[in-house]
């Protein structure tokens, strides 16, 4: 059973609302992902981190900021809402070797209104 | 361009076997993922392959051919329960996950 944590499951907010998903794991791992995802559509990377003090932009990173602060936690957030926005997003972590599997976190679906 | 190519739907037949092809254009190659995703839930790992061959593991099995650029995942004795996305991902030459869009598996009776 993976030990990685999203809140909120769930979040309806307005535009321009300043917002920050929560993402937690506890089973050491080094690297860890932001993916945004819609319905029947591929997963797109927002950001990553190797560790501690790193962060990595992916293809959708523009309107998005990350922290690496302690290993288990790695917070996004997004400084204006709007309803492009509107969409899941799915925390995932993984051992530093490439082999390993990455663990998915349950989601927060957010609607921006 | 990197790319991910696997079709959109598949239909099965409880308790038949069905094979999931997945083709894949990346910036190098650091081997082939296979995730199963169930309608509004997260992906779950289901099996890794780098090297050319089958990868067996209980009811699912990948295959990857490197020279063609190809995997397929077959699943056997189908269950009501696998149906789900199956999501194909090559990991690039900076070692990152290059996602499908998935394979929707919808199994009837």
């Known amino acids: 059973e993976a030990d990685i944590y999203q809140t909120p499951r769930y979040l309806v907010i307005g535009t321009g609302k300043k917002i920050t998903l929560e993402c937690s794991q506890t089973?050491?791992?080094?690297?860890m992902y932001w993916y945004q995802q819609d319905p029947g559509m591929e997963l797109h990377l927002i950001h990553y981190?190797?560790?501690?003090?790193?962060?990595e932009k992916g293809d959708l990173s523009s309107e998005s900021t990350v922290s690496r602060i302690r290993t288990e936690h790695f917070p996004l957030t997004l400084e204006s809402a709007r309803p492009s926005h509107t969409s899941q997003y799915l925390c995932?972590?993984?051992?530093?070797?490439?082999?390993?599997?990455?663990?998915f976190g349950q989601g927060t679906r957010l609607t921006v209104v | 361009g990197q790319n991910i190519d696997q079709p959109t739907e598949m239909t099965a037949t409880e308790g038949a076997i069905v094979q999931i092809n997945c083709t894949y254009q990346t910036s190098g190659f650091n081997g082939l993922f296979w995730y199963q995703q169930h309608a509004g839930e997260a992906p779950t790992f289901l099996s890794y392959?780098?090297l050319d061959g089958l990868e067996e593991k209980g009811r699912f099995s990948s295959f990857l051919s490197r020279s063609k650029g190809y995997s397929y995942l077959l699943l056997k004795e189908l269950q009501m329960k696998d149906s789900a996305s199956y999501l194909c991902a090559s990991k690039d030459s900076n070692y990152q996950l290059i996602w499908g869009a998935g394979t929707k598996l919808i199994i009837k009776p």
């Open positions: 392959n780098v």
């Open positions: 981190s190797y560790g501690v003090n790193s962060t």
């Open positions: 995932a972590s993984s051992e530093f070797q490439d082999s390993s599997e990455a663990f």
């Open positions: 089973m050491g791992h080094d690297k």
